[in-house]
C-alpha cells in the first residue's frame, strides 16, 4: 500500500535512466513541475537532444555509472534493460533515494500514478502499479467530467477564500462560508458570468458575520 503524496521538485536534481520515448516522457514531465533534469543514456530520442541543445536538460551519452545517482533527490529508471532497471532500483533504494523503475513497483519505493491537472486542481489516479491500463481510463473519464473550466473555478475560490481571511478572523466562520459557497452555490461557480453575483452575497454575508461579531 502507497501513502498518496505530493511532491515538490521546483529545483530538485532528477536522474532519468534512459533516453527513448518511456524516458522522454517522464522528462518532459519532470521539466513542466520545475526539476533539473539529468539523462544518462547511450541514445536519445530527437525532442531529448533537442532539448539537451538548448540547456534544458543535462546529458551524459554512456551507460549508466553507480556514481550518477549521488546527489539526485529522485531517480527515475526507463531503459529497456530491467535486469539494469532492477540493478539501478535496489542500489537507489539501500541509499535511501527516492526511484521509480517504471513497470517494475517490486524495485521502486514510489510510483507516478495518472494525473488530471486543472491548474491548482490536481486529481491522482492509482491502482498502485497492478493495473495501469485502468488508471488510464479512469482518468480519461475524469478528464471528460472535470472540464478546463475547474481551472478558471480553482481560482477564483482561492481569491475568495483569500479575501475571507483577511476579512473574518474566525477560522469557524471561514470554513462555513467556504463549505456554503462550494456546497451550495456550485452553480453559480461554474458558471463565469454569475459569479460577480456570487461575490456580491459573500461580501453581504461577510458584513454580516462582522456585524453580528460586533454585535
Given at each position: 500500500m502507497y501513502y498518496p503524496i505530493n511532491l515538490d521538485?521546483?529545483?530538485?536534481?532528477?536522474?532519468?535512466?534512459?533516453?527513448g520515448r518511456v524516458a522522454e516522457r517522464k522528462v518532459l514531465s519532470l521539466i513542466e513541475y520545475g526539476a533539473r533534469v539529468t539523462v544518462v543514456s547511450?541514445?536519445?530520442t530527437p525532442k531529448l537532444s533537442r532539448f539537451a541543445k538548448r540547456g534544458r536538460?543535462?546529458?551524459?551519452?554512456?551507460?549508466?555509472?553507480?556514481?550518477?545517482?549521488?546527489?539526485?533527490?529522485?531517480?527515475?529508471?526507463a531503459t529497456s534493460n530491467q535486469a539494469?532497471?532492477?540493478?539501478?532500483?535496489?542500489?537507489?533504494?539501500?541509499?535511501?533515494?527516492?526511484?521509480?523503475?517504471?513497470?517494475?513497483?517490486s524495485v521502486s519505493n514510489f510510483i507516478a500514478p495518472s494525473v488530471?491537472?486543472?491548474?491548482?486542481?490536481?486529481?491522482?489516479?492509482?491502482?498502485?502499479?497492478?493495473?495501469?491500463?485502468?488508471?488510464?481510463?479512469?482518468?480519461?473519464?475524469?478528464?471528460r467530467t472535470i472540464g478546463p473550466r475547474y481551472t478558471e473555478i480553482v481560482r477564483f475560490l482561492a481569491r475568495l477564500r483569500k479575501g475571507l481571511q483577511d476579512e473574518v478572523e474566525d477560522i469557524r466562520v471561514r470554513r462555513q462560508l467556504m463549505n456554503q459557497i462550494v456546497d451550495r452555490d456550485f452553480h453559480l461557480l461554474a458558471n463565469r458570468a454569475k459569479r460577480s453575483v456570487l461575490?456580491?452575497?459573500?461580501?453581504?454575508?461577510?458584513?454580516?458575520?462582522?456585524?453580528?461579531i460586533k454585535g
Open positions: 521538485l521546483k529545483g530538485r536534481p532528477v536522474l532519468v535512466v534512459g533516453g547511450p541514445e536519445l536538460i543535462r546529458t551524459f551519452s554512456r551507460p549508466v555509472r553507480v556514481r550518477d545517482l549521488k546527489g539526485q533527490f529522485v531517480i527515475i529508471c539494469l532497471n532492477a540493478r539501478i532500483g535496489r542500489r537507489a533504494i539501500a541509499k535511501g533515494q527516492l526511484v521509480n523503475v517504471v513497470d517494475a513497483p488530471v491537472r486543472r491548474g491548482a486542481l490536481v486529481i491522482a489516479i492509482s491502482t498502485e502499479g497492478q493495473v495501469p491500463a485502468l488508471s488510464k481510463r479512469l482518468r480519461k473519464d475524469i478528464e461575490e456580491k452575497r459573500i461580501k453581504r454575508l461577510i458584513r454580516k458575520f462582522t456585524k453580528d
